[in-house]
C-alpha cells in the first residue's frame, strides 16, 4: 500500500504557519477590523453581535469566489484563485500574503494620489 502524507497533520500546521494571513483576509473580505478569528483545524470568526462563523479549510478560503471577489473584486479573484491553484498548499499562502501585501500598496498610493488631489482643490481620481 503506498505511503502518503499525513493530510491532519499537514493541514493543522499549514493552519498554524498561515494563521495570521487568513486573519488578514478575513478581516479584509468583511471590512471590518473588529473580527475575532480564530484558526485551528477550521477557521473560525466572530463579528460583534453576529453569530459566530466558520470555513473548514485555508483551501476553502483561498477558492471561496465570494471571499475572493470581496478583498480583490470580482476579475482579479478569478486571476488570483489560478495562480493559487498552481502552487502547493504551502507555498499557496504565501503566495496569498504576497497578494494581499500588494492590495495594501495600492490602497496606500491611492489613498496618497486622493489626498494630493485634495490639497490641490481637485476631486479624487475617478470621481467628476
Known amino acids: 500500500m503506498p505511503k502518503f ?69 470580482d476579475k482579479r479573484a478569478g486571476q488570483i484563485m489560478l495562480t493559487l491553484a498552481h502552487r502547493t498548499p504551502e507555498l499557496r499562502d504565501k503566495v496569498l500574503a504576497d497578494f494581499l501585501d500588494a492590495l495594501d500598496l495600492e490602497e496606500k498610493d491611492q489613498a496618497a494620489s486622493d489626498a494630493a488631489r485634495a490639497a490641490n482643490g481637485l476631486a479624487p481620481a475617478g470621481v467628476a
Not at 483545524?41 to 453569530?51: A, C
Open 5 to 73: 502524507k499525513d493530510f491532519l497533520v499537514s493541514e493543522n500546521q499549514r493552519n498554524h504557519d498561515g494563521h495570521k494571513t487568513f486573519e488578514r483576509f478575513i478581516r479584509k473580505a468583511l471590512k471590518r477590523d473588529d473580527v475575532e478569528v480564530l484558526v485551528a483545524h477550521h477557521i473560525v470568526y466572530l463579528v460583534p453581535d453576529e453569530e459566530p462563523n466558520e470555513i473548514p479549510s485555508a483551501d476553502s478560503l483561498c477558492f471561496s469566489p465570494e471571499l475572493m471577489g470581496a478583498v480583490f473584486g
